[in-house]
């Protein structure tokens, strides 16, 4: 099994910065292999259905949606088994839950944190 926990959701005015992070616990490695392969951050406002964010492979590829592109970035660090969501440029319409997602090596398997709140007031 593998937990994931998030944190750094806060309060933050238009255009403030705010850092994510989601520390994974558990069984990270079997038969001395990862267990999970791309890790990302999915966001869900009131009313509205979970969207991507931003998602990072083992590697180091990204993807971004593109109402964030310019202003977000994933990164990863394995020795620490966390992913991190540096965010700019906030605007009110980022207000959302943010959660936290890792994809098992095994296949169409995901592992969920229960989110974090971020608010962005103007």
């Known amino acids: 099994q593998v937990q994931l926990v998030e944190s750094g959701g806060d309060l933050v005015q238009a255009g403030g910065s705010l850092r994510l992070s989601c520390a994974a616990s558990?069984?990270?490695?079997?038969?001395?292999?990862?267990?999970?392969?791309?890790m990302g951050w999915y966001r869900q406002a009131p009313g509205k259905q979970r969207e991507l964010v931003a998602t990072i492979s083992r590697g180091g590829s990204t993807n971004y949606a593109d109402s964030v592109k310019g202003r977000v970035t994933i990164s990863r660090d394995n020795a620490k088994h966390m992913v991190f969501l540096q965010m700019n440029s906030l605007k009110p319409e980022d207000t959302a839950v943010y959660y936290c997602n890792a994809e098992s090596v095994r296949g169409n398997i995901y592992y969920w944190g229960q989110g974090t709140q971020v608010t962005v007031s103007s």
């Open positions: 558990g069984i990270l490695f079997s038969n001395n292999v990862f267990t999970i392969n791309t």
